[in-house]
C-alpha cells in the first residue's frame, strides 16, 4: 500500500513540485489538455493522486471526477506481457516458442519463425495495424476477427532481423493467454493480477456490469479528445472510436485497459517490489529482470543502431537517451515504461525508487511534446 505523505517526505523538492503540478494544471486551465491525473510514488510514499481539467469534452462539462477512470492505451502492452511471463515462469510457454505451436494458424505467409520473444520485443515483422483497421471497427467486429487478420497478415521483414512497432503482436500474444490457460485474456489479467492486486477499477474492456444501475461506472471514464487527423473524428466513427461503448467493451490486447492512477500506481509497485507487494508475491523478480533489460542486446541480427539506442525490455521501452517523446530528458539508464496514443505515460526507475503516471485525454502522437515536459519537470522536482 502506498502511503500518502508530504512532498518532501516522498523525496520531492515542495517549490519545484508544486511549479510542475501548476505546469500542468495551466495547460488544462487554458483547455490545451481537457483532463490530466498525475501520480508520482518514491519509496512507498506519494502525494496522491492530483487531478486536473474536465470530465467531458462539453463546454458546461464538470471537473474531472476524483475518481476518473482513463482510456490508457498501448501502456496496456506491458500489462499483457506480464501476463504472459506469467505462463513463462509457470512452465507453460517459453519465450522462443513459436507462436504457431499454439495458434496454428499463424503460421501462414511464412510466419511460422516468429516467436513469444518476437511479439514481446516488436521484432517480429508483423505490421502495427492491419490495413482494414478502421472498417473493423465501423463493422463493430469481435477480437477474433483482429486475431484472424493478424494471422493472414505477411510480415514487413524476417523476425528478428528489425524492429518495427507492432500491436498486433499483442494481439497475438492475447490469443496465446486464451489457447493456454482456456481462458480470455480479459478474464486471466482479472484473476492473477488487478484481483489479488486490489485494482479494482480496471479492466481490459469494459464488462457489462459497469454500463448497469442508475450510476454505471462507465460514467467514470474520461472523454478522450479525437485528433482531426486521426481517421476517427466523422460522425460515422462515433459508434466505434475511442469513446464508443463499442471500443470501451472490446479489450483489445494492444490498448483497452481502462483503470485508474491509483490502480495503475499498484501495478508499479509491484514493478518496482520485485513482484512482490505487501505479502503477495504475483510474478518472480526473475521475470521483472527479464522483462526489464534490453532484450535487442543479444538478437544479432537486429541493427545495430537499434540494439545500442533505441532498446526493448519484454513489453517495455527502455530508456532511449537521444529521444525527448513521451518519456522527456531525464530519465536515468534502467528506467522503463510505456506511453499511449490517448496521451499517457507511465515510467519507472529503480535507481530513484520512482513510478510516475500521468494519465491525460490529449492524444500527442508521435512526439508525446507534454507527457515529456512535465515528465521532466517531476524529474526536476526529485531529490
Same mark, same amino acid.
Given at each position: 500500500?502506498?502511503?500518502?505523505?508530504?512532498?518532501?517526505?516522498?523525496?520531492?523538492?515542495?517549490?519545484?513540485?508544486?511549479? =510542475?503540478?501548476?505546469?500542468? &494544471?495551466? *495547460?488544462?486551465?487554458?483547455?490545451?489538455?481537457?483532463?490530466?491525473?498525475?501520480?508520482?510514488?518514491?519509496?512507498?510514499?506519494?502525494?496522491?493522486?492530483?487531478? !486536473?481539467?474536465?470530465?467531458?469534452?462539453?463546454?458546461?462539462?464538470?471537473?474531472?471526477? #476524483?475518481?476518473?477512470?482513463?482510456?490508457?492505451?498501448?501502456?496496456?502492452?506491458?500489462?499483457?506481457?506480464?501476463?504472459?511471463?506469467?505462463?513463462?515462469?509457470?512452465?507453460?510457454?517459453?519465450?522462443? $516458442?513459436?507462436?504457431?505451436?499454439?495458434?496454428?494458424?499463424?503460421?501462414?505467409?511464412?510466419?511460422?519463425?516468429?516467436?513469444?520473444?518476437? +511479439?514481446?520485443?516488436?521484432?517480429?515483422?508483423?505490421?502495427?495495424? +492491419?490495413?482494414? @483497421?478502421?472498417?473493423?471497427?465501423? =463493422?463493430?467486429?469481435?477480437?477474433?476477427?483482429?486475431?484472424?487478420?493478424?494471422?493472414?497478415?505477411?510480415?514487413?521483414? +524476417?523476425?528478428?532481423?528489425?524492429?518495427?512497432?507492432?500491436?498486433?503482436? !499483442?494481439?497475438?500474444?492475447? #490469443?496465446?493467454?486464451?489457447?493456454?490457460?482456456?481462458?480470455?485474456?480479459?478474464?486471466?489479467?482479472?484473476?492473477?493480477?488487478? &484481483?489479488?492486486?486490489?485494482?479494482?477499477?480496471?479492466?481490459?474492456? =469494459?464488462?457489462?456490469?459497469? !454500463?448497469?444501475?442508475?450510476?454505471? &461506472?462507465?460514467?467514470?471514464?474520461?472523454?478522450?479528445?479525437?485528433?482531426?487527423?486521426?481517421?476517427?473524428?466523422?460522425?460515422?466513427?462515433?459508434?466505434? @472510436?475511442?469513446?464508443?461503448?463499442?471500443?470501451?467493451?472490446?479489450?483489445?490486447?494492444?490498448?483497452?485497459?481502462?483503470?485508474?492512477?491509483?490502480?495503475?500506481?499498484? !501495478?508499479?509497485?509491484?514493478?518496482?517490489?520485485?513482484?512482490?507487494?505487501?505479502?503477495?508475491?504475483?510474478?518472480?523478480?526473475?521475470?521483472?529482470?527479464?522483462?526489464?533489460?534490453?532484450?535487442?542486446?543479444?538478437?544479432?541480427?537486429?541493427?545495430? $543502431?537499434?540494439?545500442?539506442?533505441?532498446?526493448?525490455?519484454?513489453? *517495455?521501452? +527502455? @530508456?532511449?537517451?537521444?529521444?525527448?517523446?513521451?518519456?522527456?530528458?531525464?530519465?536515468?539508464?534502467?528506467?522503463?515504461?510505456?506511453?499511449?496514443?490517448?496521451?499517457?505515460?507511465?515510467?519507472?526507475?529503480?535507481?530513484?525508487?520512482?513510478?510516475?503516471?500521468?494519465?491525460?485525454?490529449?492524444?500527442?502522437?508521435?512526439?508525446?511534446?507534454?507527457?515529456?515536459?512535465?515528465? @521532466?519537470?517531476?524529474?526536476?522536482?526529485?531529490?
Amino acid at each position: 500500500m502506498l502511503a500518502i505523505d508530504t512532498p518532501a517526505a516522498v523525496g520531492l523538492d515542495p517549490l519545484r513540485w508544486a511549479g =510542475a503540478l501548476a505546469l500542468i &494544471k495551466s *495547460w488544462c486551465d487554458d483547455l490545451t489538455i481537457p483532463s490530466c491525473a498525475v501520480s508520482v510514488a518514491r519509496g512507498g510514499k506519494t502525494t496522491g493522486v492530483h487531478l !486536473f481539467g474536465r470530465q467531458t469534452l462539453d463546454a458546461d462539462s464538470p471537473p474531472v471526477r #476524483e475518481d476518473a477512470i482513463f482510456l490508457i492505451a498501448s501502456i496496456t502492452k506491458p500489462v499483457v506481457a506480464t501476463a504472459t511471463l506469467l505462463l513463462v515462469e509457470r512452465g507453460l510457454i517459453a519465450l522462443d $516458442d513459436r507462436v504457431e505451436e499454439y495458434v496454428p494458424a499463424f503460421g501462414r505467409e511464412g510466419k511460422h519463425a516468429v516467436t513469444i520473444r518476437h +511479439l514481446l520485443t516488436h521484432t517480429s515483422g508483423l505490421p502495427d495495424m +492491419l490495413p482494414n @483497421n478502421f472498417e473493423l471497427r465501423a =463493422a463493430h467486429a469481435p477480437l477474433s476477427d483482429f486475431v484472424v487478420g493478424a494471422c493472414a497478415s505477411k510480415l514487413d521483414f +524476417l523476425p528478428g532481423r528489425g524492429v518495427q512497432y507492432q500491436s498486433m503482436g !499483442f494481439a497475438m500474444l492475447g #490469443e496465446v493467454i486464451q489457447q493456454v490457460c482456456g481462458k480470455p485474456c480479459p478474464q486471466f489479467l482479472d484473476d492473477e493480477i488487478f &484481483k489479488p492486486l486490489g485494482m479494482n477499477d480496471t479492466a481490459l474492456g =469494459a464488462p457489462a456490469d459497469w !454500463f448497469a444501475g442508475p450510476h454505471p &461506472k462507465v460514467e467514470r471514464i474520461a472523454e478522450v479528445l479525437i485528433p482531426e487527423d486521426s481517421g476517427m473524428l466523422h460522425e460515422s466513427a462515433r459508434s466505434w @472510436n475511442w469513446n464508443s461503448k463499442y471500443w470501451r467493451q472490446l479489450g483489445v490486447p494492444w490498448g483497452g485497459l481502462l483503470t485508474t492512477p491509483a490502480d495503475l500506481a499498484r !501495478f508499479g509497485q509491484l514493478l518496482l517490489g520485485h513482484g512482490r507487494l505487501g505479502d503477495l508475491q504475483i510474478i518472480s523478480p526473475a521475470a521483472i529482470r527479464a522483462a526489464t533489460r534490453n532484450q535487442l542486446e543479444a538478437m544479432r541480427d537486429v541493427p545495430a $543502431d537499434d540494439r545500442r539506442t533505441r532498446p526493448w525490455g519484454l513489453g *517495455w521501452r +527502455l @530508456n532511449w537517451a537521444a529521444h525527448s517523446a513521451n518519456f522527456g530528458d531525464f530519465l536515468g539508464p534502467r528506467s522503463y515504461g510505456h506511453w499511449g496514443a490517448t496521451g499517457t505515460l507511465m515510467w519507472l526507475d529503480p535507481d530513484l525508487e520512482a513510478c510516475v503516471i500521468l494519465l491525460t485525454t490529449k492524444p500527442q502522437e508521435p512526439q508525446g511534446s507534454y507527457l515529456a515536459r512535465a515528465s @521532466n519537470a517531476i524529474v526536476a522536482a526529485m531529490r
